[in-house]
């Protein structure tokens, strides 16, 4: 098989700065898949190329063959944690699915606020967090109708595989252009304008609704209790049908009755986890009080 050439943005094939090969993509992806789940096909060979000549780069590497060693070796290990945040996609953005906050709007919440100001315990998930956008969104949610919400035992989790998109999400910094998605009323009443064009930060209260933390979907999950939502949106895209499938069937106890599980437009509940769910929406699911025996 012929080795892969880059192509640069506009299409343009350059006298590539170096070669990626089919074996060598093999490698890198299989290490992706065995470390994030995420599996990467020969298509996704333009997107290795740009993402990791920029690592091969800046470790001062001759090339793929030299990457590849370093990836696979033991002590590569923070190198292959680096290759997989670089191979990860991130984009999101504030409100994305509006229909998913409405439905938690009108179909939770009011129960949840109730069970929270009767001194009870709330808690929502936000499964692929990124960069922060989903689970500040999920708080603003919250308190666009609780605005005591922080005097109260109600809490976001908010997960992801990736160190540096945690970092980003927990400074909580975001330019006007990433907030226009946001209402002027709970931008003003729940971020700081900061000085100098700098941006808006997530305002202390609803920073103190979320708690950031690395986890890795295919990995070990340390929490016990039952989360009231779930929201897992355009991750398990990235992962095969028995991946997605397992991660599905982790998130059923994990999901009070009652509670909805939130997935990405292009993303279906499969498996022995629809047994557990019905659907409320396009792309919502609510778990039974009692699993289905057929
Ligand atoms: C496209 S973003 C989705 C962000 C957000 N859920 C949304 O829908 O806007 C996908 C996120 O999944 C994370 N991710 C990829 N593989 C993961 C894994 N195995 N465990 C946890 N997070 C993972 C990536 O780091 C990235 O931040």
Redesign the pocket.
Known sequence: MASFPAVLAGGQTDQAEFTLAPSELDTIAGIVKRE???SLTQAKANLVYARLARRIRALGLTGFSEYCALVSAPEGEAERWEMVAAL??????FF?EPHHFEHMRAKLLPDLILHARAGGRVRLW?A???SG??PYSMALTILRDMSDAPRHDVKILA????PN?LAAAAAGIYDEAALAPVPAALRQAWFEKLPNGAGWRAGKELRRLVSFRQ????GAWPMKGTFQAI?C???VI?FDASTQERVWSRFMPLLAPGGALYI?HSERVTGDAARFVETDGVTIYRRFNQVRTQ
């Open positions: 994030a789940g995420i990860t996609t991130n984009v999101t953005r994305r936000s692929a967090c990124s956008p989903e997960t992801d595989i990736d998109v986890l890795n979907l295919i929201f949106r355009n991750v990235y990405g």
